[in-house]
């Protein structure tokens, strides 16, 4: 992946910005759906479709779906690259090297 500064055409920014989007995107997808697997496995444990719990085993199959449900609420929240983190990155990209004329990044 070509990195940027502000010496690059904006639709060659614009263009980066779509691929790590698209990219961030791809990678909260795989991230939902193995925490999708996560959780129906977490229910299938506590409504004692695979057996009974101890209430140990229940305590901790209750910690691995609160944990799940966390991390889903933060992919939520804008991980995927709606939350700026994409625009901040790209704004700060060292462009020394193409200063120099060392070619493109």
């Excluded at 910005?17 to 496995?41: G, P, S, V, Y």
């Excluded at 804008?78 to 200063?99: H, P, Q, R, V, Y």
Aim: charged content about 25%; proline content about 2%.
């Amino acid at each position: 992946m070509k990195m940027l500064c502000v010496l690059d055409s904006p639709q060659a920014v614009q263009e980066n910005k779509e691929h790590l989007t698209a990219q961030l995107a791809k990678k909260a997808h795989d991230m939902r759906n193995a925490l999708a697997c996560i959780h129906q496995f977490g229910n299938i444990l506590v409504d004692g479709l695979a057996g009974d719990l101890s209430d140990e085993q229940r305590e901790y199959v209750g910690i691995m779906l609160e944990n799940a449900s966390t991390i889903r609420k933060v992919l939520d929240s804008g991980l995927d690259g709606t939350s700026g983190l994409l625009e901040e990155a790209t704004n700060k990209i060292d462009c020394l090297s193409k200063i120099n004329g060392q070619g493109p990044i």
